[in-house]
């Protein structure tokens, strides 16, 4: 057990190595941005000047390793664009994203779980075959599109909803949050919504095909032979087997939904991480971009290690091996 | 009787006490990216600067019709010699803070806009040091005579020395050190308006400031700005009537934007000018099909790639009709400007074919040809059409269009043989442009943008007379004979003036500005 969590870190820190080096690299063709800093009358001198006081001028290997050794003290430098601390920009931004994404992924759930079921109980009637259709739409419609399509009908139509931003917060120690106001929930509606539906329809599909094969094991039919109802057969034993596979998809897919908001935030102006790296790309603000990319990695990286140890948890299987199956 | 009046006198009271309330407007307003800093002598940014005259007040400010800089922290200037210029400031300024405004405030304020972390130098040029006569006069003392001095103090605004001092930002945020400082978050001005909240990204609401010297015919109370970066959001924040005004709606919704009942859209010049520079110093360009020679060096060629240029067309398919097509590099309200320098030369690519042939090319070249793609409106798309034009006459431009990040940072390493570039006149003077685009790469802001490195003795000339020349009739004739040079020897070939349109609610007053910027005194809520 105790071998199997180190050799898991292990492969963890060179994951977060091979991230850290691989962002580092792509920043080195993203661009400039002293440019920007100095503006367009820039005099060539001055532009060489703050390069080399930036350590932009340096090797790529020493800028590299100084990268590192402050990363890993959680110091990310100062972002080029704002002029603020990079772990301060992150630490205001990451609790509008998690709360996003929290939302988004109950919002999933709540709503996936029973359409799926409902889909595989009640297979072949029309209300299940409109359900695969809209589900098949969630599917492949891009994002920004659904976003917008949101914001013409529910904000500038119909006037229910803000088109942007996340409202007022309420300051819990060095948490923000809005979910404690109306106002907050008024806001967070539609971007919840708009990010919850590529996960809600990969739920509701992946509950259907599972409770499909549930229901055609032996012991399902045991339990009918047994004369149980098709309430308990239904609720009480097969999806409670369906929803292994589907809560470890939900946690992989909860890292997903954190990382790959960027496109939400950006369509609804939501002040999380995804749209302060969207900004730093455009700004060539290496800092920010940097210190994102490797804490989505460790997100990725965090989540993946919880999933494997809670295996390692649930099934007595990879115990018997000394956890080299798997 | 007395009980009447009585009443009157209640109601009187009343209708005072109540005016205030009555009157409190708020005007949201949005555009696609957030202000750099709050710091007003750090970074050099246009949105920036913008709001900053709101929260606080320079020495003169420019007026929003005329362009000319009018008195606003000093009443009155003089020349005392061609290289001291003594200003009275206005009496009974104070900060919002209630402190008054002194001269060791002015000497403070530019000191720090001249140090090392700033990046208000280029408005300091010329200047070299200010001193302090009396509490309400300065002097400026400069480097040698500055015709341009009352439009660089535009750009340099006032704070509170003892406020910088008690919060330790003495001098301006400096992105290369590790901390942020007080000045980056927090204001102290003189202005219309306070800060009262800034949350970067997100809000920056700013409010009347009850310490304001001066009277406005503004009505605002309270000015929330939230940047919105994406185009449809943006609109739709507008349309939803959730912001009163945006600064740069998106060419496809103007149509719709117009149409709409209780929107109004208004257009403007802006003082920026869309060119083309050609690489006018290499021997042989990279890329081209021309072995040993630069073709680019030939004036007649350069006649040529101008003349097959279709400027109306460019003006009604590619710009939809916002763009003024010009043949000169500085916009109308730019001092130098003429009726003549702005003819273009006509559309004839029948003559350009011939200025081909004769130059040696009967069928054109190869020639590589960049252009950003996100930094002016449709900057791809025009360049996409002037490669076409230009493929009528024989001339085979490679267009590869760069995000502005990577874009400015390769031309400026010398390395286009072609590229288009857009230049903004915030002096209102042509010496800012002439001397950056066309004077001979050298010290000091001469030619920091001269990317193709043209280079003209005539024009070196020109250039180092008007930066010294004060009398003024004799210096706008030769800003005017710098231009003309410029476009007799096709130094860049000039496309367009950029048309900016503000959208808005049909309740608010503004008044447009070729600086794309709000004037905070003539902003009303109705």
């Given at each position: 057990?105790?071998?199997?969590?180190?050799?898991?870190?292990?492969?963890?820190?060179?994951?977060?190595?091979?991230?850290?080096?691989?962002?580092?690299?792509?920043?080195?063709?993203?661009?400039?941005?002293?440019?920007?800093?100095?503006?367009?009358?820039?005099?060539?001198?001055?532009?060489?000047?703050?390069?080399?006081?930036?350590?932009?001028?340096?090797?790529?290997?020493?800028?590299?390793?100084?990268?590192?050794?402050?990363?890993?003290?959680?110091?990310?430098?100062?972002?080029?664009?704002?002029?603020?601390?990079?772990?301060?920009?992150?630490?205001?931004?990451?609790?509008?994203?998690?709360?996003?994404?929290?939302?988004?992924?109950?919002?999933?759930?709540?709503?996936?779980?029973?359409?799926?079921?409902?889909?595989?109980?009640?297979?072949?009637?029309?209300?299940?075959?409109?359900?695969?259709?809209?589900?098949?739409?969630?599917?492949?419609?891009?994002?920004?599109?659904?976003?917008?399509?949101?914001?013409?009908?529910?904000?500038?139509?119909?006037?229910?909803?803000?088109?942007?931003?996340?409202?007022?917060?309420?300051?819990?120690?060095?948490?923000?949050?809005?979910?404690?106001?109306?106002?907050?929930?008024?806001?967070?509606?539609?971007?919840?919504?708009?990010?919850?539906?590529?996960?809600?329809?990969?739920?509701?599909?992946?509950?259907?095909?599972?409770?499909?094969?549930?229901?055609?094991?032996?012991?399902?039919?045991?339990?009918r032979a047994r004369g149980l109802s098709d309430r308990a057969i239904h609720f009480g034993h097969a999806l409670k087997n369906t929803l292994v596979p589907v809560m470890t998809i939900t946690g992989l897919q909860l890292g997903g939904l954190i990382a790959f908001a960027i496109i939400t935030e950006t369509v609804f102006q939501w002040p999380g991480m995804g749209l302060l790296f969207i900004q730093a790309v455009t700004f060539a603000d290496i800092p920010v971009m940097a210190a994102y990319l490797c804490l989505i990695a460790l997100i990725f990286v965090v989540i993946n290690l919880v999933v494997d140890l809670l295996y390692f948890a649930v099934d007595p299987r990879l115990r018997v091996g000394g956890g080299r199956g798997h | 009787m007395g009980m009447k009046s009585a009443l009157v006198c209640a109601a009187a009271i009343a209708a005072l006490a109540g005016a205030p309330a009555l009157h409190a407007k708020t005007f949201r307003w949005s555009s696609a990216s957030d202000i750099p800093t709050l710091d007003i002598h750090s970074q050099n940014n246009a949105l920036g600067n913008g709001v900053h005259a709101a929260i606080y007040d320079s020495l003169v400010y420019y007026n929003s019709q005329t362009f000319k800089p009018e008195p606003q922290l000093a009443t009155s200037w003089r020349e005392i010699t061609p290289t001291q210029v003594r200003f009275t400031l206005r009496p009974g300024v104070k900060f919002s803070d209630g402190s008054p405004l002194t001269a060791d405030d002015v000497v403070f304020s530019i000191t720090r806009a001249m140090s090392k972390s700033s990046n208000y130098q280029v408005y300091t040029q010329g200047i070299d040091r200010v001193v302090k006569v009396s509490d309400d006069t300065v002097d400026f003392l400069m480097k040698g005579p500055n015709p341009v001095l009352l439009n660089q103090l535009t750009e340099l605004r006032i704070m509170s020395k003892a406020w910088a001092e008690k919060n330790r930002s003495v001098d301006p945020k400096d992105i290369r050190t590790k901390d942020e400082t007080f000045a980056h978050r927090n204001a102290l001005g003189t202005g219309q308006f306070t800060v009262k909240e800034w949350q970067p990204d997100q809000r920056l609401v700013l409010v009347k400031n009850p310490n304001y010297w001066g009277r406005t015919d503004s009505n605002v109370t309270e000015i929330v700005y939230t940047p919105i970066k994406s185009e449809a959001t943006r609109v739709a924040a507008l349309l939803s009537g959730e912001v009163d005004f945006i600064l740069d709606p998106s060419p496809q919704d103007l149509a719709r934007l117009r149409s709409s009942q209780a929107l109004k859209v208004i257009d403007g010049v802006e003082n920026r000018t869309i060119f083309f520079g050609m690489d006018q110093s290499r021997d042989e360009l990279p890329g081209s099909s021309v072995k040993g020679k630069n073709p680019l060096k030939d004036l007649r060629v350069r006649k040529a790639l101008y003349q097959s240029i279709d400027s109306d067309s460019l003006h009604r398919v590619t710009m939809r009709g916002l763009s003024q097509p010009t043949g000169t590099i500085v916009a109308p309200q730019v001092a130098g400007w003429t009726e003549a320098v702005h003819k273009r030369l006509p559309y004839d690519p029948d003559g350009a074919k011939k200025l081909l042939a004769e130059a040696g090319y009967p069928q054109g070249f190869e020639v590589d040809f960049a252009c950003p793609n996100n930094r002016y409106i449709n900057d791809e798309e025009i360049c996409q059409a002037v490669t076409a034009m230009w493929s009528r006459i024989g001339v085979r431009a490679k267009l590869r269009t760069l995000p502005l990040v990577t874009y400015f940072p390769m031309i400026q390493r010398y390395e286009a043989s072609i590229y288009m570039l857009g230049w903004g006149v915030p002096t209102f003077d042509s010496l800012y442009s002439l001397q950056s685009l066309t004077r001979t790469v050298g010290q000091g802001g001469d030619g920091n943008y001269n990317v193709g490195r043209y280079s003209n003795q005539r024009m070196d000339y020109v250039v180092d007379r008007i930066k010294v020349e004060t009398d003024l009739p004799v210096r706008n004739r030769l800003l005017t004979e710098g231009l003309q040079l410029s476009n007799d020897t096709v130094s860049h070939i000039p496309l367009h003036n950029q048309i900016i349109p503000w959208a808005m609610k049909k309740t608010i007053d503004a008044t447009h500005r070729a600086d794309n910027r709000l004037d905070w005194r003539l902003i009303k809520v109705n």
């Open positions: 057990m105790f071998a199997f969590i180190l050799r898991r870190l292990l492969q963890a820190v060179v994951v977060m190595v091979a991230v850290a080096f691989i962002a580092f690299l792509l920043f080195q063709y993203v661009g400039d941005p002293v440019v920007f800093l100095l503006g367009q009358d820039a005099k060539p001198e001055d532009i060489r000047q703050l390069r080399s006081d930036l350590g932009l001028d340096q090797p790529f290997f020493v800028q590299f390793w100084h990268f590192l050794v402050n990363a890993v003290q959680g110091e990310f430098g100062l972002s080029l664009r704002q002029g603020a601390k990079v772990s301060r920009l992150i630490a205001e931004r990451f609790p509008a994203t998690l709360e996003l994404a929290f939302v988004a992924a109950f919002l999933a759930l709540a709503i996936g779980i029973p359409m799926g079921v409902y889909a595989a109980l009640r297979r072949g009637t029309v209300m299940s075959q409109v359900f695969m259709t809209l589900s098949l739409l969630g599917v492949s419609l891009p994002t920004f599109l659904i976003g917008i399509l949101l914001i013409l009908v529910f904000a500038v139509h119909l006037g229910w909803f803000p088109s942007f931003g996340r409202g007022e917060t309420v300051q819990l120690g060095w948490w923000t949050t809005g979910l404690l106001k109306a106002k907050g929930w008024h806001h967070i509606t539609l971007p919840a919504i708009t990010l919850a539906i590529f996960q809600l329809t990969l739920i509701m599909r992946l509950v259907r095909a599972e409770m499909l094969e549930v229901l055609r094991t032996d012991y399902v039919k045991f339990a | -």
